[in-house]
């Protein structure tokens, strides 16, 4: 895996955070699946590569770890707060990104901490995917509404607590 689609040092030390971490994940969505097929064995990034349907694991939830469950909390929580002034139309374009920016940032430590099983793991791929395009959604870079994007991780968020093990989960609602 050394060598492979590493960049140059220095490659983006005059762009703007948010851009170098947006490019930084962009390559590790881009090498890790390389790296993989290359090293021969599975890898873990949270991506949709024709992720599974989301099922059970023989009819019980998918066990998770701490680093997930304080990811998935931190989005559930950010949306709960988030919901009353979604529904009354007073999320501004502005709160939405920065919406956006709180589950792409807990997306990323998921993905920089959690340590499932590989069955598990796959099954995570189609919530995160979800996540994700919910968040992209809410920056204005899909073709759907801020709005719906705000759905869009709603219902990744019911999938998570449908499909994996989290004490005391609840969606959030508004």
């Known amino acids: 895996m050394q060598g492979l689609l590493k960049p140059s040092p ?35 990034d949270h991506h949709d590569h024709g992720a599974p349907t989301l ?17 998935m909390g931190h989005i559930n929580q950010a ?7 979604i529904h009354t139309d007073q999320f501004k374009d502005a709160d939405y990104q920065a919406l956006a920016k709180t589950v792409n940032d807990q997306v990323a430590y998921a993905v920089a901490h959690c340590k499932l099983a590989p069955r ?19 920056e204005g870079k899909e073709g759907e509404s801020r709005h719906d994007g705000a759905v869009t991780v709603l219902k990744a968020l019911d999938a998570y607590g449908r499909y994996f093990q989290h004490p005391g989960w609840k969606t959030a609602r508004g």
């Open 10 to 44: 220095g490659f983006a030390k005059d762009l703007p955070m948010k851009t170098r971490i947006s490019a930084a994940l962009a390559f590790l969505a881009l090498a890790l699946p390389l790296a993989g097929q290359a090293a021969g064995h599975e890898h873990h």
């Open 55 to 71: 099922q059970l694991n023989a009819g019980k939830k998918w066990a998770s770890d701490a680093p997930l469950r304080q990811a």
């Open 79 to 85: 949306m709960a707060d988030a919901l009353p002034r």
């Open 120 to 138: 598990a793991d796959a099954m995570l791929h189609g919530v995160i995917a979800e996540l994700l395009a919910g968040a992209a959604s809410m």
